[in-house]
């Protein structure tokens, strides 16, 4: 009899793609992934991701479902392939612990104000919603960059142009009130309900 061992799903309840050999006495498979030679990735990135999930779930980052939206394995995919210091940025980013202001005023004198407004105190989400001048024509010239990335990659029009106008609007719209009617309503819900605090994210 062939047997299976699954870390965080069964294999019974989803039976994966990939299938045992003909007389293959055992199989591993790791969620949907059957392993074969060089086991410890796979298995180092499922484990990691269930120690994420509880991570985020507790420190009110994303709640699990939220989490399940997320394609993490192309996260992982495009973030290894970054500079060591924009993967530290990007966490810092998404965690809300990068050196701002609120989170410095932690352990020194320093005011909690966003020095470019004066008017909210200046955290993560704040540097990306900031209405001062500068900041705004800043992150405009970043969201320029990222339409003609898009561009660049052959993204679906329809789908570029969901995003880049959810990010213009910084929160203020929903990517449903944006896509409304289109033929990817679908996924566009999807990105709405994840809202990371991150890179072109934002909380509603």
């Known amino acids: 009899m062939v047997q299976s061992v699954s870390c965080g799903t069964s294999a019974l309840e989803y039976p994966p793609d990939q299938q045992p050999f003909l007389l293959e006495p055992i199989c ?17 990135f499922h484990a990691h991701r269930e120690l994420a999930k509880n991570f985020f779930d507790e420190y009110d980052v994303l709640d699990r479902e939220q989490f ?29 612990i ?22 909210k105190v200046e ?37 570029a142009d969901c995003i880049v106008r959810y990010s213009q609007g910084r929160g ?9 009617g289109k033929t990817i309503s679908t996924i566009i819900s999807q990105y709405h309900k994840i809202k990371l605090a991150g890179v072109g994210l934002w909380r509603a």
């Open 68 to 96: 399940e939206e997320v394609d993490w394995d192309n996260v992982y995919t495009a973030l290894k392939l970054d500079p060591r210091m924009f993967q530290i940025w990007a966490c810092k980013q998404v965690m809300d």
């Open 28 to 44: 591993m498979f790791v969620r949907e992934e059957k392993m074969t030679s060089d086991t410890a990735s796979h298995i180092r």
């Open 172 to 180: 203020g719209v929903t990517t449903e009130e944006i896509c409304l």
């Open 123 to 159: 955290d993560c989400a704040h540097i990306l919603k900031c209405y001062e001048e500068g900041r705004v024509e800043a992150l405009m010239l970043t969201i320029d960059m990222l339409e003609l990335w898009l561009q660049q990659e052959s993204t679906d029009p329809r789908l």
């Open 98 to 119: 990068a050196p701002t202001f609120k989170n410095l005023s932690k352990y020194t004198e320093q005011e909690r104000w966003c020095p470019s407004c004066c008017r």
